[in-house]
């Protein structure tokens, strides 16, 4: 129930901590009533009576009177030791002391009149701290303390005065007489030189006088004597001290001596309030004056608010024609119904801002800072300018609408479409190949929030403007900021780097920008690179270690190229590790203990049987292997290669970590164990040759991926590889052939095949030499093949498109190498035997992840890390996988196929739902709100392609990414979600 208080006697009433929101307090009493801490929303004011009961009043002037007497007594005492000059006895020291007196008198009343009272009081007490030391004694003592003191008291009289002289003539003529008729008594009375005590008193009110007429101006000099004056004045007085009066209404109040100190006046109205300006109004934005008086007349016709602080404020129905607000601060002020016909609203930030009913007609909007918080209801406007000034040598100051007048609501319509945008304006032409870089950049900083580019504009003149899309809830000032900060840094960059690449002059990189500044040459440029805007496309970058050969004497020289940013150069460090012997020898100690002896498995890699002291030496062996590798890794001659990663790659990152070497022993390693695998959790390791080369390629059309699969010997292994080949049957839109226990002319027409193919897959029983130099696959129980034997075959295929080959199978990196100097792009193999069931699991996990768009190195990843959970019965399996990578391709993915087409929904959403189901990091709550919007996605999405509800879709895409968003922990689940979401986007098209 609302409280009515309207009209009643409330003086000297408690309301402190009370919720009276809403409440009616109009025309009532309430001087020295309480509200501290009060809640008083949309509470009503209106004619309220605030301020100071009487018995305060009496209290203030008596204690002003005593204070103007003792500051009286002061000042003739002052006057008597300036009298010392002519002291009859010719006494040097007392001549002395009168001179000082006499020229910090006079300085301190020119620094008074000139620098303000702080300055002056500085100076005073510095000086007489100074004097004390000098005159050391009594008369010292006392000349320091007189001066010091003589300008405290005038200064707390000086306040009396400043603040009184608005509110009663009584006071002032009670407070003077009190000083004047003390110092004259004083002057006539006690001292010898009574005329001359008697004109420094005089002389000493007259600056009092000219202090309180300047404080009384508001002169900023003299702020710190009324602020605190108003402190002074406002005890006992009304109380609204860090009181909550959001959209109350104080309109004709009478508010001397309130205090409003820490009170939230957000949107608090004061229209036609009587003596607001003797309120104290610490920190609030009532504490300018020509913003109190906007707010109490509610005119602000032709004047200048430039980078005013208007937060909260209230101007309701305003007189507000041709104001400059340019980079005024209005948000959550109200407009309503205010006239700011042909104002400047340029760069005004105007967040959750109120407009309802405004007159804007021939408004300056130019980069506003709106928000889907900014109200623009039923706004009349006819037109706006969206350029403060015009543009270059025209009158041209974009006029919108260009001709003609909007029609009713078509203001608001055009302007919602901004709320949605970032506008970046480029003034100087713009180098496209800066912007795209800071853009992928801001869309990784703000990783689970949609952004693409909107439009490309060429206003003329090297003048453009693109617009970005963001979420209507997004921080469109941090993302602009970020923008234009990164455009820049990647600018300057991007200079250096053509000066490097063309050894050119200014000029000459001038020229070069400006044919990217050419709107064709831009629209060109995204269509070659086919730049992914619709959502946060995560960065697919190159790491290459290059490695010297293992040496147990000397350190391993090191080489890093990083490839980022599409940019065909590399970024080069260099380095050095200690010899790896003790590591080697330490891996070998493990592997021979998980391989106890040989049986008729795929090979006998930590066979089922191993004992529990067994599998537990094992675990603490490789636990000692990880620590001892990041060790290696973290060697202070490694260290710039390791600074250097960091710096230039993201944890969001999908880095493809290419390790290039010829010691098989280097290879051998499990080094995912290192340490930055950690942190960067979509990135992969894989092995390389020394030596690289494309070849030249002619792929034949296919409407479907086709797998070439050869099951080999599978001797002890049948079920094993019948396995393998239900996985592969499941693949999407593929085409498979088998080849059961091939002769070596039936594999080699089947590599000859007119139509080429894209998977060659190999399950069976191999074997690759010690030193990993070649390798045999075994095609029947009676027939070993080296591939060095199908060379010309094989070239062929990957001529046609052969991408991947796959070995189930045993101690695959001799066989890796023979492939590998035939240049075709990547192989998986196994490092050491195989146990079986692991085979089968890493190939299902792996095709799953792949055909359902995750990157090859991600895919294996992923497949390489689910084998752990097999590890109490094969300690060290997940070591075994590993990528072997041609460096002159590019990292495969399942969508680069001739024949993938566009991936199958059910298999997006499939993914979707498993990769929210599996995840650790998100808590129940968020993963039960996150699987029920990817079941929304799946039925708005199962209907016909012509019936989908795009906006319906977009939807609960967004609320999903919103979900995993405030998952701080779920960083790297978001990311992985959003590279399916952005094959949905893709598949349908929902960018339009």
């Given at each position: ?7 009643k ?7 402190k901590?009370?919720?009276l929101e ?6 009532a ?8 801490g ?8 209106t ?8 018995r ?7 204690f002003?009177g005593f ?8 000042f003739v ?13 010719y ?9 000082v007196?006499?020229v910090i ?20 007490f ?27 008291f ?7 005065f ?11 003529a ?15 009375a ?11 008193a ?6 009092i006088a000219?202090v309180?007429?300047q404080?009384?101006k508001g002169?900023?000099?003299?702020a ?16 609204f001290h ?6 109350a ?19 608090t109205?004061?229209?036609e ?5 003797v ?9 300018k ?12 016709r ?5 980078g ?21 601060d ?8 205010a006239n ?16 309802t009913?405004?007159y ?6 130019e980069?506003?800072?709106i928000e ?12 706006v300018?969206l ?13 919108r ?8 609501g ?13 506008e970046?304006?480029f ?5 496209w190949?800066a ?5 992928r ?5 703000n990783?689970?929030?949609?952004l ?10 090297g003048?453009f403007v693109?617009?970005v899309n963001t ?9 602009h ?8 840094e ?8 053509y000066n ?11 020229r070069?920008?400006?044919?990217y ?14 730049v992914?805007?619709i ?15 293992i ?15 599409n ?6 460090s260099e380095?050095n ?8 020898e ?29 599998v ?26 390791t600074?250097?990663l ?9 880095i493809?970590?290419?390790?290039q070497?010829s010691d098989?022993k280097?290879?051998l390693l ?13 990135a ?25 699969v050869?099951?080999?010997n ?11 080949l ?13 080849l059961?226990q ?8 089947q590599?000859?095949?007119s139509?080429?193919w894209d998977?060659?897959?190999f399950s069976?029983?191999?074997?690759s ?5 070649t ?9 070993q ?6 060379k010309s ?6 001529g ?17 190498q ?7 792009p ?6 050491q035997?195989?146990?079986?069931e692991?085979?089968q ?5 792996f095709?799953?992840?792949?055909a359902?768009?995750k990157?090859?190195y ?7 890390q ?17 990528i ?19 991936p199958?929904?059910?298999n ?6 498993r990769?929210?189901?599996?995840d650790?990091?998100?808590?129940a709550d ?19 392609d ?8 977009k939807v609960?895409i ?19 979600v959003?590279e399916?979401l952005a ?5 349908f098209?929902?960018?339009?």
């Open positions: 129930m609302i409280k009515d208080f309207s009209g006697n409330l003086r000297g009433h408690c309301f901590n009370q919720n809403g409440a009616n307090f109009s025309n009493d309430i001087r020295s009533t309480n509200f501290k009060a809640i008083l929303r949309k509470t009503n004011f004619g309220a009576k605030a301020g100071l009961q009487r305060w009043v009496l209290f203030l002037v008596l002003s204070l103007s007497g003792g500051s009286g007594f002061l005492f002052n006057g008597v030791l300036i009298a010392n000059i002519f002291d009859g006895s006494n040097i020291y007392n001549q002395a002391l009168g001179w007196s006499l008198t006079i300085v301190v009343c020119i620094v008074i009149i000139h620098q303000g009272i702080e300055v002056s009081l500085a100076f005073a510095t000086f007489a701290g100074v004097f004390t030391f000098v005159f050391a004694g009594v008369k010292g003592t006392a000349f320091s303390v007189a001066i010091a003191f003589a300008l405290f005038a200064f707390v009289v000086i306040l009396v400043a603040f009184f002289t608005l509110n009663s003539a009584f006071t002032i009670f407070t003077f007489f009190a000083a004047f008729a003390v110092a004259l008594i004083m002057a006539i006690f001292t010898k030189a009574r005329i001359l005590a008697a004109t420094f005089v002389g000493g009110f007259f600056a000219y309180t007429w404080a009384v002169d900023e000099k003299y710190l004597i009324r602020n605190a004056a108003l402190a002074f004045i406002a005890f006992g007085g009304t109380s860090n009181t909550d009066l959001t959209d209404d104080f309109s004709s109040a009478t508010l001397k001596n309130t205090d409003f100190k820490k009170a939230n006046l957000t949107r109205r004061f229209h309030a009587k003596q607001l300006d309120a104290r109004l610490d920190n609030t934005i009532l504490a004056r020509d913003i109190l008086n906007l707010l109490v007349t509610g005119n602000g032709e004047k200048s608010y430039v005013a602080n208007l937060k909260g404020a209230n101007l309701q129905d305003a007189d507000l024609k041709s104001v400059n607000l340019k980079d005024a209005i948000t959550e002020a109200t407009f309503e119904e700011l016909e042909w104002a400047n609203l340029t760069r005004t930030k105007a967040l959750d801002t109120d407009f009913n405004a804007m007609t021939g408004a300056c909007v980069a506003w800072n889907s918080t900014t109200k623009l209801d039923n706004v009349d406007c006819r037109f300018y350029l403060e000034n015009p543009k270059p040598n025209t009158d041209d100051k974009e006029r609408p260009s001709s003609g007048e909007f029609g009713k078509e203001f608001t319509k055009l302007f919602q479409e901004v709320l949605n945008t970032v970046i304006i003034r100087d032409g713009i180098d190949k912007f795209i870089q800071s853009f950049q801001v869309q990784v900083e990783e689970g929030t949609e693409s580019v909107n439009s490309i504009e060429n206003k003329g003149d003048v693109i617009k979420p209507s809830n997004a921080d469109k000032e941090k993302i900021s970020q923008l234009v900060q990164g455009y820049q990647q600018l300057k960059a991007l200079k250096s780097r490097l690449e063309l050894q050119a002059k200014d000029r000459d990189i001038d070069y920008r400006q044919r500044t050419d709107i064709q040459e831009i629209t060109k440029l995204l269509a070659d690179k086919q992914p805007l959502s946060q496309p995560v960065a697919e970058k190159v790491v290459l270690l290059k490695f010297d050969s040496s147990e004497a000397t350190n391993i020289f090191v080489t890093a190229q990083i490839w980022v940013d940019h065909p150069q590399p970024i080069s380095g590790l200690p010899p790896a012997t003790e590591i080697i330490l891996y070998n100690r493990i592997y021979k203990l998980c391989n106890p002896e040989k049986n008729n498995n795929r090979a006998g890699f930590a066979k089922a049987q191993v004992s529990n002291f067994s537990q030496e094992i675990y603490n062996l490789s636990n000692k292997l990880k620590k001892d590798i990041n060790n290696w890794f973290n060697s202070p001659l490694f260290l710039n290669v600074k250097q960091r710096s230039k790659l993201n944890p969001s990152d999908s493809s970590f290419i390790l070497t098989i280097l290879k499990p080094l995912h164990l290192w340490e930055f695998f950690d942190d960067y959790r979509k992969e390791i894989g092995l390389s040759a020394p030596q690289s080369d494309r070849l030249s390629k002619s792929v034949p059309e296919r409407k479907k991926v086709r797998v070439l050869i099951h080999g599978s001797k002890g292994i049948e079920s094993g590889v019948q396995a393998d239900e996985t592969l049957n499941k693949l999407p839109l593929s085409e498979i052939k088998v059961s091939p002769s070596k002319q039936e594999l080699d027409e590599l000859w095949h139509l080429g998977i060659l897959c069976g029983h191999s074997d030499k010690e030193d990993g130099s390798g045999v696959i075994e095609i029947s129980p009676s027939e093949l080296s591939l060095k034997y199908l075959a094989l070239t062929n295929a990957i046609k498109g052969l991408q991947l080959a796959i070995f189930n199978s045993c101690k695959g990196l001799g066989i890796a023979d492939l590998a100097e035939l240049h075709i990547q192989i998986i193999v196994m490092r035997p195989v146990p079986d692991v085979a699991v890493f190939l299902k996990n095709l799953e992840a792949f359902n768009g990157s090859l991600n895919g294996v990843r992923e497949a390489r689910k084998l752990e959970g097999l590890e109490d019965r094969y300690p060290c399996a997940s070591w075994l996988p590993v072997c990578q041609n460096p002159a391709e590019v990292p495969l993915k399942w969508s680069q196929f001739p024949g993938a087409g566009k199958q929904l059910k997006l959403l499939t993914q979707l739902h990769l929210i189901e599996e650790y990091t998100i808590t968020a993963q039960t709100e996150a699987l029920e919007q990817v079941q929304l996605i799946s039925e708005a999405l199962q209907i016909q012509e019936l989908v509800d795009k906006k319906q879709v609960h967004r609320l999903l990414r919103g979900i995993l968003v405030e998952q701080p922990a779920a960083a790297a689940l978001s990311s992985e959003n399916v094959e949905v986007y893709r598949l098209d929902l960018n339009k």
